[in-house]
């Protein structure tokens, strides 16, 4: 449903071409916001446009690989070129790299994973944040990942990806909270999206029985992660700042 708050205002959402991105781009979208889906799958990126557009919305694609400086760089001067303006970014984009102990993981998935997961949301926020500056305010929301508050076996390179990602978020908030600009991030459990498609193909018997760990017993949908994001970028939301927010029905509460 349109809200006031969001109409006539800019969206950025990377990796909006599947799951929670994806679920993102259309919750802001549908709130009234004009959204910038970026992504490196272009087809999958223009779907979530094509969706928008359907509903209604606003949503154009713009390709940017995050863990490229210069490509996130030219996808904040095209914002600025098309709309002169970024009220909401979600510094999404994300891979997974599951079930492989230390001893296993080469440098190329350390550096792969780390490049992504931490540098892209890094590369994100550093060219965000001065447009943020210029015109006095907007909100960042980041995604970490349960993962990004505790450890993980099998995990490991992930685990610190997004424990950088809880870093850069606190950090930022220190330095911007007293110049406008509010930026959290979030903390999903286990969603099911096509991140987890490898493991679950390796280990389909796992697929029933880790959702037995789950206090909820169930996995989240993209769409429940997605509520809390638009949910960040609220004035209800005002005096939520530099916060890592659990949707994880409970896994963290353990
Ligand atoms: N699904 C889960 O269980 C879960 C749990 C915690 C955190 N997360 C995090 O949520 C975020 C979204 O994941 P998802 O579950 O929607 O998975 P997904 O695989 O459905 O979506 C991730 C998107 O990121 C895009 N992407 C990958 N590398 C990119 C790059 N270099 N530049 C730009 N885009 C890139 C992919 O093309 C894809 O569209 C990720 O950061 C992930 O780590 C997911």
């Not at 205002?9 to 071409?17: D, M, N, Q, R």
């Not at 540098?119 to 006095?136: A, D, F, N």
């Not at 206090?215 to 970028?233: F, H, I, N, S």
Request: aromatic share 8%.
């Amino acid at each position: 449903m349109e809200d006031k708050e969001f109409s006539g205002k800019v969206a950025l959402v990377t990796g909006a071409a599947n799951g929670i991105g994806s679920a993102s781009a259309i919750k802001f979208a549908a709130k009234g916001a004009k959204v910038i889906c970026s992504d490196v799958n272009e087809i999958s990126g223009n779907k979530t446009v094509s969706k928008i557009i359907g509903n209604g919305g606003s949503a154009h694609f713009i390709r940017a690989d995050v863990s490229d400086g210069s490509e996130v760089k030219a996808l904040m001067e095209q914002i600025i070129k098309s709309h002169n303006q970024l009220d909401f970014a979600f510094n999404n984009a994300g891979i997974g790299l599951f079930d492989k102990p230390i001893d296993q993981c080469t440098e190329e998935d350390y550096d792969k994973v780390m490049n992504i997961n931490s540098k892209g949301v890094w590369l994100c926020m550093k060219y965000e944040i001065p447009i943020m500056l210029e015109q006095q305010g907007g909100c960042i929301v980041n995604t970490a990942s349960q993962a990004g508050l505790v450890g993980g076996a099998g995990l490991s390179i992930y685990v610190a990806s997004k424990h950088a990602v809880v870093g850069f978020t606190q950090s930022a908030a220190l330095e911007y909270g007293a110049k406008g600009i509010r930026i959290n991030s979030v903390a999903p459990g286990i969603i099911d999206t096509q991140i987890n498609q490898p493991f679950w193909d390796d280990h389909p018997e796992l697929y029933e029985e880790w959702k037995s760990t789950v206090p909820m017993k169930r996995y989240g949908t993209a769409e429940e992660v997605a509520e809390m994001v638009v949910w960040l970028c609220t004035k209800d939301a005002s005096f939520v700042h530099g916060a890592t927010m659990p949707v994880d029905a409970g896994m963290l509460a353990r």
